[in-house]
């Protein structure tokens, strides 16, 4: 299983950034899907998951509202469409993929993408 993450840069409060991540190697039908981001200093936290059979989502209460993550089935791809965008949401921003079921556990994911860099100035 290979995850690739893509669409991270440099945008200012406020903004808008859209993040995919291409997944292969597997049938994803069965799998739950997230983003997780990790800032300096900080612990990798739960950002969105999505399952990937019927689309059901969930959201760390720091990004409801602004953040919606979403699937692309034909192209295998997981999308984190970000908004309003605050400088507290910079970090390193990685795709994970797991069948354990959907949820903010690092644990619950057994493959990781790379990360994105997503910074965000005042």
């Known amino acids: 299983v290979q995850l690739q993450a893509s669409g991270g840069g440099l945008v200012q409060a406020g903004g808008s950034l859209k993040l995919s991540c291409a997944a292969s190697g597997s049938t994803f039908i069965g799998y739950a899907m997230a983003w997780f981001r990790q800032a300096p200093g900080k612990e990798r936290e739960f950002v969105a998951g999505i399952k990937w059979i019927d689309a059901s989502a969930d959201y760390a209460d720091s990004v409801k509202g602004r953040f919606t993550i979403s699937r692309h089935n034909a192209k295998n791809t997981v999308y984190l469409e970000m908004s309003s965008l605050k400088v507290a949401d910079t970090a390193v921003y990685y795709c994970?993929?797991?069948?354990?079921?959907?949820?903010?556990?690092?644990?619950?994911?057994?493959?990781w993408g790379r990360g994105t860099q997503v910074t965000v100035s005042s």
């Open positions: 994970a993929a797991g069948p354990a079921g959907l949820g903010p556990r690092i644990s619950s994911y057994m493959y």
